[in-house]
């Protein structure tokens, strides 16, 4: 049973950065795997932030572009999201999100897209 465990979150005041990560547990075959971030709010729906394929291809969401950055380490199946210059429309909720099988480039947003998801890790920015 893979588990995606997400970290980083925190408070944080406007303008400034915070770096999430994401590990795999032991047994993830990644092999083709696509991975991505999303987020929630209170009230909101979920929102794609930004997700990176197995081919290297990144997509990003419209609110986040510019400001985020997305990365991973192959090597030690953890996935990154660096953001930066965080705004109030930042605050929510944060998931991790992996799927074991390729997908186009196109669907890196698109939240049907993962069959794997970690619990989330909240960010504050006030």
């Known amino acids: 049973h893979v588990q995606l465990v997400e970290s980083g979150g925190g408070s944080v005041q406007i303008g400034g950065s915070l770096t999430l990560a994401c590990a795999a547990s032991r047994g993830f075959d990644d092999a083709d795997a696509e991975w991505g971030w999303f987020r929630q709010a209170p009230g909101k729906e979920r929102e794609a932030v930004a997700g990176?394929?197995?081919?290297?291809?990144?997509r990003y969401g419209d609110a986040v572009n510019g400001r985020f950055t997305i990365s991973k380490d192959i090597d030690a199946d953890t996935l990154s999201l660096q953001m930066t210059n965080l705004k109030t429309e930042d605050d929510a909720m944060y998931y991790c999100?992996?799927?074991?099988?390729?997908?186009?480039?196109?669907?890196?947003?698109?939240?049907?897209?993962?069959?794997?998801w970690g619990r989330g890790t909240q960010v504050t920015v006030s």
């Open positions: 990176i394929g197995n081919d290297g291809s990144i």
């Open positions: 999100a992996a799927s074991s099988t390729r997908c186009w480039p196109s669907a890196l947003l698109d939240g049907t897209t993962y069959n794997i």
